[in-house]
């Protein structure tokens, strides 16, 4: 092929066959962090790139070390921003990359690419994609083998739908290597991970999904969804987690897809993330779940005060969540739900309320101590700006922090988060009902109550889950920053 370079002389002719081009070729992919799951985010951009000609390399960072010899000869570097964790890892590793692979140009792609735009353009990354970001991906890469290098900073937030092939995961950490599936009698499971569907057609006003997909979602194509199942079953998964935002956005596809993975793997368990609102419009659905090997239900109920839940936009109620519950565990499916209890309209009294609803469902082994201390991030675009009131309650935006910080009107609930917090970290692999019970001591001690005795309390059943706990908006360890 004959490629004209456009930001040099116009008459000049790269034959293409040379070693510098040879150089061009070699595209190294990074994912930070992905909730312990060998990521569909790295499998399906290799997949496209290696057809289209490119040397791919993955690297994920949860499990292996930025490694000078699989970035020295890179031409393009692409880390992946999933979720918040991911990209203060991928900011903090930034540097280090820069110095592995002095010749690469930089890209980041997925979702916190563009909601991060100014400060990543400004840490000198050029080119972001959000969205259906593949594409356009495949074409920085041609851009990159043909010597035009990005002259300027671009953000992109592509949502037409991609043709997608079959992952290649061939280049990526064994799958035993990942979270796995704890069962409630002791055994272990090993966990492969898949995505259906991509974006929401909800608009819960806290979502980092929102200000990206704003009310939209994309498929995967089915026979790429099996075929992906497919190769994890024979890489030794058990059971696969999808990864989806919201598995029941497109319940026909998720139920085809389910018919034949049932049919194909009769042995194969699965879990997914369902909204509240959804499980209740869908309970008819539910038996065709667990008849297709569902364990587990993931649910980000968020809160059970109706108030906080009208101000995050989430279409359910404390009832509903109960009616949730309920009509799961009818059917013989656990939920798994996750919340942020602190939020700038959580009382003291409120977070009280949430401890003994928690204890009332007997729901305290379902729910890893994390989820009691979580605090409402507001990043960049969160539709949360726009409701009315919310922006003065927040202090200017804080690139360290990747989002508006802000203080709470009562100083005890700061505090108390920050103890729970605290407490949630050092009790995050001790028993569910010890850590619960250090919490609610706490809780109670912040208003100044003394705590009723747990020695008699159903603490409920202990569910099947994945061993890395899921929360995608928690500040990264210090060991998950110094680890590459
Ligand atoms: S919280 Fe869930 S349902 Fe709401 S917009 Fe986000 S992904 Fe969709």
Redesign the pocket.
């Known amino acids: 092929m004959i490629v004209q370079n456009p930001n040099s002389d116009p008459f000049a002719i790269d034959w293409g066959a040379s070693s510098d081009a040879q150089l061009a070729c070699k595209v190294v992919l990074i994912n930070p962090y992905e909730l312990g799951r060998q990521s569909f985010n790295l499998a399906a951009p290799t997949a496209l790139l290696k057809t289209a000609g490119f040397d791919v390399a993955c690297l994920d960072l949860s499990l292996q070390k930025l490694d000078p010899a699989v970035l020295n000869d890179a031409a393009l570097v692409v880390l992946h921003l999933g979720m918040h964790t991911a990209t203060r890892i991928a900011i903090a590793a930034l540097p280090k990359i820069r110095e592995l692979a002095p010749h690469a140009e930089l890209a980041m792609v997925g979702l916190y690419a563009p909601v991060n735009a100014a400060l990543l353009h400004e840490l000198g990354v050029k080119t972001l994609i959000g969205g259906e970001y593949e594409p356009e991906l495949v074409a920085l890469a041609e851009r990159v083998r043909n010597g035009d290098l990005p002259s300027h900073n671009s953000t992109s937030v592509p949502l037409a739908k991609v043709e997608f092939i079959t992952p290649d995961r061939s280049g990526l950490p064994r799958l035993t290597r990942y979270a796995h599936l704890m069962l409630p009698d002791g055994g272990q499971k090993t966990v492969g991970f898949t995505e259906t569907t991509r974006g929401?057609?909800?608009?819960?006003r806290?979502?980092p999904?929102?200000p990206v997909y704003q009310g939209k979602f994309r498929p995967v194509q089915m026979g790429v969804v099996l075929a992906d199942i497919e190769q994890q079953v024979v890489a030794g998964a058990q059971h696969i987690s999808f990864g989806d935002?919201?598995f029941f956005n497109g319940p026909t596809h998720a139920l085809r897809i389910l018919e034949t993975m049932r049919a194909r793997f009769p042995n194969l368990s699965f879990d997914a993330?369902i909204?509240i609102q959804h499980l209740l419009e869908h309970a008819d659905l539910l038996p065709a779940l667990r008849d297709a090997g569902c364990l587990f239900i993931t649910s980000?109920v968020e809160a059970v005060d109706d108030a906080i839940l009208e101000h995050l936009d989430?279409h359910h109620t404390r009832a509903d969540f109960a009616r949730a519950l309920q009509l799961c565990r009818e059917h013989g499916i656990f939920l798994a739900p996750t919340f942020v209890p602190f939020t700038p309209w959580t009382t003291l009294d409120g977070y009280l309320d949430l401890l003994r609803e928690i204890l009332r469902l007997k729901l305290v082994q379902a729910v890893p101590p994390v989820q009691l201390a979580i605090r409402l991030l507001v990043p960049q675009g969160s539709y949360l700006l726009q409701l009315p009131g919310f922006a003065e309650r927040l202090q200017r935006f804080d690139p360290s922090l990747l989002g508006y910080p802000w203080q709470h009107a009562d100083e005890r609930v700061d505090a108390l988060q920050q103890q729970i917090m605290a407490t949630a970290m050092q009790l995050e692999t001790a028993p569910r009902d010890e850590a619960f019970n250090a919490i609610w001591q706490l809780a109670h001690a912040a208003v100044g109550l003394p705590a009723p005795s747990l020695a008699h309390a159903d603490f409920g059943e202990t569910i099947a889950r994945l061993s890395e706990p899921w929360y995608c908006c928690a500040e990264p360890t210090d060991q998950q920053l110094q680890s590459f």
């Open positions: 929401c057609k909800h608009l819960c806290h979502c999904v929102v935002p919201d993330t909204k980000a989430k």
